[in-house]
């Protein structure tokens, strides 16, 4: 601003000075604007005009706006994989049954015999899982790579297994991946209705990529401390206490920390290692009130089976299924699937008190779409003061802002364009492209106002001055909005690494800027004479 204040008038001053300044063009501005000036000279036509210019594209945004989703995944050049075996595989049987399967089946990729060529990958087994990572030799044949590792890694008998491209955003689990919580007390009805749910997803959705965590089975060997409530009494004891006691018993109780002048340590309670229940149940207990009591007087030790690992959200029991939704799908038509397809499912196994929450990128998309609304809200009422203060007219700044409705339906048409070719969701990115179209359609209303308001004060009727403004602000529109779209353009239809990331950004913004330009020319001399006498405009 300051070298368009400052500079260029001088340098224009000064290289400029012996330019033929003769328009070779005027017949067209001249064409046009008495071409806008006879759209808008009947008062009808004007209300009609009016009209349709703001109602017409606040229908077509509601009509057209695209599902919402949260952040791109980028075209990474790394494939992660996940695979959940059966309970009670050890880490040896996954490296040797499993981990050499794989190595074989990928040995061509790896070696260039076959496309895509694998640059390198790993294999990592622990216990419950298996971690797999790969990138291909050419970055941008990553995508590729996503078919042959799940060719590589299904099959086995009762895992889950699949393969997705990392995100840029969303590390290995993706940026686009809804947690779908199931909590409730009863662990059995959890798991029971987690399966019921993996299934239909697995039947009703057969493309989305579907993990539980926990496992689905209970599997895991568990030892349950069932408290006698009696016993506990007697001996001088409650709960808490006895909480506390059966850690000491286990992992250990923290107590305090210690300072030794350099670091502080924690203080561990914790018993002898014991092998089995039975000398768990054995251990000896020092009690208030009922002397020396062994550990299994105090509670009932039962063997039974659980869950791989426990999870709780909110204090609750929880098994989630996660499920990432294929390419082409965003993250507002995956949660609606989940909460009109599955969840009637998973409620049908589920007992009263219990519930499904979303969680993830779910609730990330929520939170984002509350702070994009507040944030728009706010960039509205900003440009309304700061209009309102160069114009010292609450009405003018209005009529300036009546144009927003043609930029958003422009992004919106343009987002629907894009999706013809290439999958585009109105991520977060995208929305802010619209933030951004605020302030940029704004400024071709703003010279048309002022330039009315102007000639006004210098004594022209409103007729005249409305022609006036349209003449002489026609030119410089249309140089602006040009270069805007062609600056933006290569950002749309030039393909390349990361070009996903703003595309939407840059499409909304193109979209925008050309249907304002266009029907902002209608629409602002339309609203500019209303109130303009019969006599002046025949």
Not at 133 to 152: F, M, Q, T, W, Y
Not at 416 to 445: C, E, K, S, Y
Request: aromatic fraction near 6%; avoid cysteine.
């Amino acid at each position: 601003m300051l070298i368009a204040l400052i500079i260029l008038p001088s340098l224009t001053n000064q290289w400029l000075k012996d330019i033929n300044r003769t328009d070779p063009h005027a017949h067209w501005w001249d064409g046009m604007t008495q071409r806008i000036m006879a759209l808008t000279n009947e008062p009808g036509r004007r209300v009609r005009l009016i009209i349709a210019l703001i109602s017409m594209p606040l229908l077509l945004v509601l009509l057209l706006k695209p599902a919402a989703d949260y952040l791109p995944d980028g075209n990474r050049n790394l494939v992660f994989a996940f695979v959940h075996p059966p309970p009670g595989v050890n880490i040896e049987h996954l490296r040797t049954e499993m981990g050499n399967v794989v190595a074989e089946r990928l040995a061509p990729y790896v070696s260039g015999e076959q496309e895509p060529v694998i640059k390198h990958y790993f294999f990592v087994a622990y216990r419950g899982g298996v971690f797999m990572g790969a990138r291909a030799a050419d970055s941008s044949r990553a995508k590729e790579l996503v078919p042959v590792i799940n060719a590589a890694i299904r099959g086995f008998p009762d895992t889950i297994a699949f393969a997705k491209q990392s995100s840029l955003f969303g590390g290995s689990r993706g940026g686009r991946t809804v947690d779908m919580n199931i909590q409730g007390r009863d662990m059995d009805k959890l798991l029971e209705a987690a399966r019921a749910g993996f299934a239909a997803l697995q039947t009703e959705w057969p493309e989305a990529n579907v993990s539980p965590s926990p496992g689905l089975e209970l599997a895991e060997p568990e030892l349950r401390l069932v408290p006698d409530e009696r016993r506990i009494a007697e001996a001088g004891w409650n709960r808490e206490v006895l909480a506390q006691v059966s850690r000491s018993l286990g992992d250990g109780l923290y107590v305090g920390d210690y300072f030794d002048g350099e670091e502080r340590l924690d203080i561990i309670v914790r018993a002898e290692p014991w092998m089995t229940p039975e000398d768990l149940a054995a251990i000896p207990l020092a009690t208030p009130r009922a002397g020396v009591l062994p550990f299994g007087e105090l509670v009932d030790v039962v063997r039974t089976a659980g869950p791989d690992k426990l999870r709780r959200l909110d204090r609750r029991r929880t098994v989630a299924l996660r499920v990432t939704p294929p390419e082409g799908v965003s993250l507002e038509q995956t949660i609606a699937f989940l909460k009109e397809t599955i969840e009637p499912v998973v409620r049908e196994y589920l007992p009263e008190g219990a519930g499904v929450r979303y969680r993830g990128a779910a609730d990330k998309l929520e939170e984002a779409l509350v702070n994009l609304s507040s944030s728009f809200v706010l960039a509205l009422l900003i440009l309304y003061l700061l209009m309102s203060a160069l114009f010292h007219s609450f009405k003018d700044s209005l009529l300036v802002l009546l144009v927003l409705p043609l930029a958003t339906v422009g992004g919106v048409i343009a987002l629907r364009l894009l999706n013809l070719v290439t999958f585009q969701p109105m991520d977060l990115l995208t929305m802010i492209g619209f933030i951004i179209l605020l302030g940029l359609v704004v400024n071709n209303a703003i010279l048309l106002v002022y330039q009315t308001r102007a000639a006004e004060r210098a004594g022209e009727v409103r007729r005249v001055a409305v022609e006036l403004a349209v003449r002489l602000r026609l030119r410089p529109i249309l140089m602006t909005t040009l270069t805007s779209v062609f600056g933006m353009l290569p950002l749309v239809l030039l393909p390349g690494a990361g070009t996903e990331l703003y595309r939407g950004l840059a499409g909304v913004i193109v979209g925008g800027m050309l249907v304002s330009a266009v029907f902002t020319l209608l629409l602002l001399p339309a609203m500019l004479r209303m109130g303009e006498p019969t006599s002046a405009a025949s």
